[in-house]
């Protein structure tokens, strides 16, 4: 085996699907939409799950859920409904009901998530 030093390497990244794709207008879309539908049936909630989700002054927090969830994103919604007094049953109806509603609102991903070039993704500052 042999050792290659690359200089000037300041990170590595590895994407879960093998793609380098301009996530951040979709994600920031359907957290606001399932928020905005979630809160139109329980009140008061959608400003908790947008901070939840990762949607923070129009940006996208790395450490959110959108950003690293994965489709039971719904689990960590009902939790905020259940906490308004629902029981677990109902909270979790409301927020997968909100989230199947949020994504046939955005049906097709690749629609919002352009192909980006490697140079431009690592040319651009992590956030």
């Known amino acids: 085996m042999s050792r290659h030093n690359l200089p000037n390497i300041q990170a590595v990244l590895f994407f879960k699907d093998s793609t380098l ?13 399932r928020s905005r539908l979630i809160d139109a049936k329980i009140p008061g909630v959608q400003e908790p799950l947008l901070m939840a989700f990762g949607l923070e002054d129009n940006q996208i927090n ?16 009902a939790a905020y409904v259940a ?7 109902e909270a ?4 997968s009901t909100a989230f199947a509603e949020a994504d046939q609102y955005l049906q097709r991903k690749a629609d919002h998530t352009p192909l980006i070039s490697a140079l431009e993704k690592f040319s651009k500052p992590y956030r």
């Open 92 to 95: 979790l109806e409301i927020a």
């Open 21 to 33: 794709a301009d996530v951040e207008s979709f994600l920031k879309s359907i957290g606001q939409k």
């Open 62 to 77: 790395a450490a959110g859920l959108l950003a690293v969830g994965t489709r039971r994103k719904a689990i960590a919604a």
């Open 83 to 89: 906490e308004t007094g629902r029981n677990w049953v």
